[in-house]
């Protein structure tokens, strides 16, 4: 009789999904390989065995880091040293929106100065926000309250103090992701896969080297949609002079009149023309599909 399980980690075609708090070995089916299914961590799927026979749907998925069906994105951003990287930060909201993941934003270092005052300008814009220190334990409980019953995964550039807030909630992930790695064989310094742990009653993934998405991978290839993943131009959408204005250098713009009035951020509608740049214009063969 076939069960259902999610897959918490995969390795060379060997998968180990968790069912009713057990894990089991298993391998994908022939025929997810002849249909080009691919097999990702925290997928939902049905299995018999040994065997894993079908992939449930996603509600999304994201091709670097593979990991499926995440609920929350906790976007690490150090307040100072290193000053955060606003383009970045922008980017990995849009994207965790155009993927259906909601996005919190982590402030840490609140033991440094906010030079460029990213806390008040995020908060304002709507998104959620908690400030904490990695070092300290700051609001680590707050943050570890947020988590509960939800698959998260963390992303951060390097030096933000991801790992230091990651150990500081879940003190046990490096040592089974030690045992992990030692019961699969892998090398001590080899780029890990993504793995999922159980935490505060969901899933905790473990995702090295996650700092920066693309849009073309992730599904967001259509310029036109930027502007709706920016919450703080929605009052503003309808009010253009063009109906399909593209908030650049078209006249009458009701955005970059409300950036002009000090609105919107001027950072966050900069990071958007840079974005309207890097995606481009949609090619006949993307309409196509």
């Given amino acids: 009789?076939?069960?259902?399980?999610?897959?918490v980690r995969g390795l060379g075609g060997l998968y180990e999904v968790l069912c009713d708090g057990v894990v089991y070995e298993c391998r994908g089916?022939?025929?997810l390989k002849r249909d080009r299914n691919i097999l990702?961590?925290?997928d939902f799927v049905e299995f018999e065995g040994e065997a894993i026979e079908k992939i449930l749907p996603r509600r999304n998925v994201l091709p670097r880091p593979p990991v499926a069906n995440l609920d929350t994105l906790f976007i690490v951003v150090a307040l100072s040293d290193p000053l955060p990287n606003l383009y970045t930060l922008d980017k990995l909201t849009v994207i965790a929106e155009h993927c259906g993941i909601s996005p919190v934003l982590v402030?840490?270092?609140?033991?440094?100065?906010?030079?460029?005052g990213v806390a008040e300008t995020y908060s304002s814009v709507g998104y959620p926000t908690v400030s904490v220190c990695a070092r300290t334990g700051e609001n680590a409980e707050l943050l570890r309250r947020m988590m509960e019953g939800k698959t998260c995964a963390f992303a951060g550039l390097s030096g933000v103090g991801k790992s230091t807030l990651v150990n500081t909630l879940a003190p046990d992930l490096l040592r089974q992701t030690g045992e992990v790695s030692r019961k699969l064989q892998r090398g001590r310094h080899t780029t890990r896969a993504v793995e999922l742990f159980p935490f505060e009653g969901g899933l905790l993934a473990d995702t090295p080297g996650f700092s920066e998405l693309e849009f073309a991978p992730c599904g967001l290839l259509d310029r036109s949609l930027l502007a709706d993943y920016f919450p703080e131009f929605a009052p503003y959408l309808g009010d253009?002079?063009?109906?399909?204005?593209?908030?650049?250098?078209?006249?009458?713009?009701?955005?970059?009149a409300a950036v002009e009035e000090g609105k919107i951020p001027r950072s966050r509608y900069e990071s958007y023309l840079r974005m309207y740049e890097e995606i481009g214009p949609l090619r006949p063969w993307e309409v196509a599909k």
């Fill in 29 to 31: 089916r022939g025929g």
């Fill in 40 to 42: 990702y961590v925290g």
């Fill in 240 to 256: 253009c002079f063009f109906r399909d204005c593209a908030h650049g250098k078209e006249k009458s713009c009701a955005v970059r």
């Fill in 107 to 116: 402030f840490n270092k609140t033991d440094l100065q906010d030079p460029l």
């Fill in 1 to 7: 009789m076939s069960k259902q399980g999610i897959v």
